[in-house]
């Protein structure tokens, strides 16, 4: 069993109920054996387990973890077969030995978005080479306080630059926890029908630490409790697979 495994089952009733009252249907999507693929980091992590069920019947791999780059990914084997749906999620995260600047630190600013751009450029190239369609998914902006919006919005211009090209598609999940106006925002009022609905009519939607989605300051893994951010990146990635 999975490390979210738990969590996926805790909260799949619960996304099927809102799923039904919303009026959300998966019938245009693709065939059942078409596996999803979720490659990223510690916002994959949290997505992960409300991902799952958005996508079934399809079968669901994870290949995430925490600080992971897309170099991390490199040469290994993320079971991807012809006809799965690889999504591509990653925030920005330098501390990989991969990501080194050769000085004995790690690489910064522009020089992410260049080593991302080459590793992401490879690990597109071995899903379409196996027959899979690849989503780039766009990230959410950090609260002030964190450092890294300029690398975030630096990427998300490169994720849809990169999904110009044949099978390669692009979603701005990271709109789906964020003010209208495209800035940092804690919380979002309730979406109908959602699982859990704080009194106050909002749900906090992204961690203390302005950057992860779980409510309140846990460290940044699967959520022990029910995460209205981690539910709406995934339903906006859900919502971009399942499109005709």
Not at 37 to 55: C, K, N
Not at 70 to 84: M, N, R, T, V, Y
Request: hydrophobic residues 40%; contains cysteine; proline residues 7%.
């Amino acid at each position: 069993m999975n490390r979210w495994s738990a969590t996926a089952t805790r909260y799949a009733a619960a996304v099927g109920m809102l799923l039904a009252a919303a009026g959300c249907s998966s019938s245009a999507a693709p065939p059942a054996t078409a596996t999803v693929v979720l490659v990223g980091d510690s916002l994959g992590v949290q997505a992960a387990p409300y991902l799952e069920p958005l996508v079934a019947p399809r079968p669901f791999v994870a290949q995430v973890f925490g600080g992971s780059a897309p170099c991390d990914w490199l040469g290994k084997d993320l079971q991807i077969s012809s006809g799965s749906e690889v999504v591509i999620t990653f925030d920005g995260n330098s501390s990989s030995r991969c990501m080194g600047d050769g000085a004995g630190g790690f690489l910064q600013g522009q020089a992410i978005v260049d080593k991302y751009r080459s590793d992401l450029t490879t690990l597109i190239s071995q899903a379409r080479n196996a027959g899979a369609h690849v989503l780039l998914v766009g990230q959410p902006v950090h609260a002030a306080s964190v450092p890294g919006n300029d690398v975030v919005l630096l990427l998300d211009a490169l994720y849809k630059s990169m999904a110009s090209s044949g099978g390669v598609a692009y979603v701005d999940a990271g709109k789906a926890v964020e003010n209208d106006d495209g800035t940092f925002a804690k919380s979002l009022p309730c979406l109908p029908g959602e699982a859990q609905c704080d009194p106050s009519g909002f749900n906090v939607v992204r961690n203390d630490d302005g950057l992860h989605f779980c409510p309140g300051s846990p460290p940044p893994g699967p959520c022990a409790a029910y995460s209205s951010g981690a539910f709406r990146f995934a339903k906006a990635i859900a919502d971009a697979i399942n499109a005709p």
